[in-house]
């Protein structure tokens, strides 16, 4: 079992930028995907970004592509997401995701392990 701890959200104006945090603890293992996901008011949760934990492969949904960076630090059992450039559609409940690729391939990722969330607004 996979426990995801998120931290970093809050409130911020269009274009500036914020960093969420997702400490993993429990059994974990290299193959291990790591992942953000968003879910607006009214809408399904989408993905955001997934991450290796060697770091060596990493994906973006094109809404957030040139403006968020997904990065782990190993030794720290932690991963982060790096946003820039925030819009108002970025506001969402963001969630930390751990999971399985069923080849050596990133995505997909079936997910298996959930954060609590952290809730990222940007007011315009």
């Known amino acids: 079992q996979v426990q995801l701890v998120e931290s970093g959200g809050g409130l911020v104006q269009a274009g500036g930028s914020l960093r969420l945090s997702c400490a993993a603890s429990?059994?974990?293992?290299?193959?291990?995907?790591m992942g953000w996901l968003r879910q607006a008011p009214g809408k399904e949760r989408e993905f955001v970004a997934g991450i290796s934990w060697s770091g060596g492969s990493t994906a973006y949904a094109d809404s957030v592509k040139g403006r968020f960076t997904i990065s782990s630090d190993n030794a720290k059992n932690t991963v982060y997401l790096q946003m820039n450039s925030l819009k108002a559609d970025d506001t969402a409940g963001y969630y930390c995701a751990g999971g399985t690729s069923s080849g050596p391939a990133l995505l997909p990722i079936t997910w298996r392990s959930w954060g609590q969330g952290t809730q990222v607004t940007v007011s315009s």
């Open positions: 429990g059994r974990t293992f290299s193959s291990y995907r």
